[in-house]
């Protein structure tokens, strides 16, 4: 059974940064691809950023490029994202998904994590 497990959510100040995790367990994920989206408050959810697992392959939406990297670790079965230069429309609560290459939609969600960026 897959099992997506985030971590490393928290309180920081505008412009400060945090580095998400998402251990994935279950199943070899060569052939997936991994994302993370984000939900505001009375928000619909967003994605933010996707990375191919066999190839490192990267995705951004626009309104983090250049300031959220996405990245995985294939020994530990974990997907990072690193956000730098955070900004107060950041807070948002933070899910880890996974989907195989095939399919359209990402099927396997983690169960969030919260970031909030004061300003």
């Known amino acids: 059974q897959v099992q997506l497990v985030e971590s490393g959510g928290g309180l920081v100040q505008a412009g400060g940064s945090l580095r998400l995790s998402c251990a994935a367990s279950g199943r070899t994920f060569s052939n997936y691809r991994m994302g993370w989206f984000r939900q505001a408050p009375g928000k619909e959810r967003d994605h933010v950023a996707t990375?191919?697992?066999?190839?490192?392959?990267?995705y951004y939406a626009d309104s983090v490029k250049g300031r959220f990297t996405i990245s995985r670790d294939n020994a530990k079965n974990t997907v990072y994202l690193q956000m730098n230069s955070l900004k107060s429309e950041d807070t948002a609560v933070y899910y880890c998904?996974?989907?195989?290459?095939?399919?359209?939609?990402?099927?396997?969600w983690g169960q969030g994590t919260q970031v909030t960026v004061s300003s």
């Open positions: 990375i191919n697992w066999n190839d490192g392959n990267t």
């Open positions: 998904a996974a989907r195989y290459w095939l399919y359209a939609e990402f099927s396997y």
